[in-house]
């Protein structure tokens, strides 16, 4: 499965748009992107998922190149509650996989 | 409320005690996944269980083992515990390892400290 790399922390603010990028130049035709959220003291909670363009729901929207080489998840107007790990990770199409989570993304949402 | 329910939520043990963290999930999912999460660092896959009746390691599995009792029930045994299996202990379930469209679902995690 291709490594993905993404910044170790942000900061934002209240109301601001947060994108965080993530890169994974090795990606394969099978694999899809996928990005997870975790709250301290709480297990991950699945956000978004992916193959190409742009994904959107209520909750977060996902952008994909054409090349896929990196995405990017878009947080409309954060708020405190926002603050919290992001996790890229890339899976696979074909055949059984497992995820693997590398350290994620600290986000800070300040008043 | 459907999810997955992992208990103890904490536990203290000594070195060279064993336990065993339960694990339940009620959304009739095929697979299942015990992850460990140490400070500062990414959840790491102990084992897994692509379904009922399979069990395979992970990227962690030494000084662990694990039953998928049912479709139900996965549970992650300790038997001699040591200092360095001092974790958050997450499990997890999906509906299948293919293509999990719906991605994971995580339990709330069991805070693990051995002294």
């Known amino acids: 499965l291709a490594k993905t790399t993404q910044p170790i922390s942000m900061d934002s603010y209240e109301g601001q748009e947060v994108n965080i990028t993530c890169s994974h130049n090795?990606?394969?035709?099978?694999?899809?992107i996928t990005w997870y959220q975790q709250f301290p003291s709480q297990g991950p909670r699945f956000i978004i998922q992916?193959?190409?363009t742009k994904v959107t729901n209520e909750v977060a929207s996902l952008f994909i190149p054409a090349d896929r080489k990196s995405s990017t998840l878009s947080l409309p107007r954060v708020s405190l509650s926002d603050t919290a790990v992001y996790y890229c990770?890339?899976?696979?199409?074909?055949?059984?996989?497992?995820?693997?989570f590398g350290k994620g993304t600290m986000l800070l949402v300040s008043p | 409320n459907a999810g997955v329910t992992q208990t103890p939520k904490f536990q203290v043990l000594k070195t060279g005690q064993s336990m065993t963290l339960q694990c339940a999930q009620d959304m009739n999912h095929n697979s299942m996944y015990w992850y460990r999460q140490d400070p500062g660092m990414g959840l790491r896959l102990i084992y897994y269980s692509a379904s009922e009746g399979t069990t395979d390691k992970g990227e962690v599995p030494n000084g662990y083992n694990v039953s998928r009792l049912n479709k139900r029930e996965f549970s992650l045994r300790l038997e001699s515990a040591a200092p360095s299996q001092t974790s958050v202990y997450f499990c997890?379930?999906?509906?299948?390892?293919?293509?999990?469209?719906?991605?994971?679902?995580f339990g709330s995690g069991t805070r693990l400290t051995v002294v």
């Open positions: 990770l890339v899976g696979t199409y074909s055949g059984y996989s497992t995820l693997t």
């Open positions: 992916g193959y190409k």
């Open positions: 090795n990606i394969a035709t099978n694999d899809y």
């Open positions: 997890a379930s999906s509906e299948s390892g293919n293509l999990p469209l719906d991605g994971y679902t």
